[in-house]
């Protein structure tokens, strides 16, 4: 089975401060990860996953397999980037070429000013 | 372009009653996903379809049913509403590739009474 544990509710950081977002995985094989990112009033989107190795809005996430996490960081937080994340792990689904993608339970992170 | 489409965006049902959640997609993606979106839950996994002509159960499928009625649709019915069903549904659309990131929906969200 797989899992995705997010620690933190809520986070609260000062704008200017460093941010990081905290995954942790539980998957039996090779794990494909995500973090969606959720703004007020908006649909979910993609913000990274792992296998692109990309940096966006300034958020970059590593994947330790060592430790099975997949935390999201930024060394500056701004204003805008106050939303709901959602770290999420791709993985095989029970129908026959199908693949899952399992959510944690999100993380509001909110940059006071 | 319009991605994935949701209707309706907000719906009121008194407990017993029943209904359908509608959604389209068109990037011609054979897998769709419905999610139900709950505070302190995340998104959990209602029902998927990998293509056409097949459906499969997710974590939380108990008082759901879904159609793939075509490649660009998948609709969710909840026959006898009941107010633990109050929630924001989202559906997704993806290619069935490990890795392939998810579309998401603007959302539905659901008042049982």
């Known amino acids: 089975a797989q899992r995705v544990t997010q620690p933190e509710k809520l986070l609260s950081v000062f704008k200017g401060a460093p941010v990081e977002l905290k995954c942790n995985y539980s998957?039996?094989?090779?794990?494909?990860l995500f973090w969606y990112v959720q703004y007020s009033r908006q649909r979910l989107q993609l913000l990274l996953r792992?296998?692109s190795r990309e940096s966006i809005k300034g958020f970059t996430a590593d994947l330790n397999k060592g430790e099975t996490s997949f935390h999201l960081k930024k060394p500056f937080a701004q204003e805008e980037d106050s939303a709901m994340y959602y770290c999420?792990?791709?993985?095989?689904?029970?129908?026959?070429?199908?693949?899952?993608?399992?959510f944690g339970k999100g993380t509001k992170l909110s940059v006071i000013p | 372009n319009a991605g994935v489409t949701q209707t309706p965006k907000f719906q009121v049902l008194k407990t017993g009653q029943s209904m359908t959640l509608q959604c389209a997609q068109d990037m011609n993606h054979n897998s769709m996903y419905w999610y139900r979106q709950d505070p302190g839950m995340g998104l959990r996994l209602i029902y998927y379809?990998?293509?056409?002509?097949?459906?499969d159960k997710g974590e939380v499928p108990n008082g759901y049913n879904v159609s793939r009625l075509n490649k660009r649709e998948f609709s969710l019915r909840l026959e006898s509403a009941a107010p633990s069903q109050t929630s924001v549904y989202f559906c997704?659309?993806?290619?069935?590739?490990?890795?392939?990131?998810?579309?998401f929906g603007s959302g539905t969200q659901l008042s049982v009474l």
């Open positions: 997704a659309s993806s290619e069935p590739v490990e890795g392939e990131k998810l579309f």
């Open positions: 999420a792990l791709s993985g095989r689904g029970s129908g026959a070429g199908s693949y899952q993608l399992t």
């Open positions: 792992h296998i």
């Open positions: 379809s990998a293509s056409e002509g097949t459906t």
């Open positions: 998957y039996s094989g090779s794990p494909e």
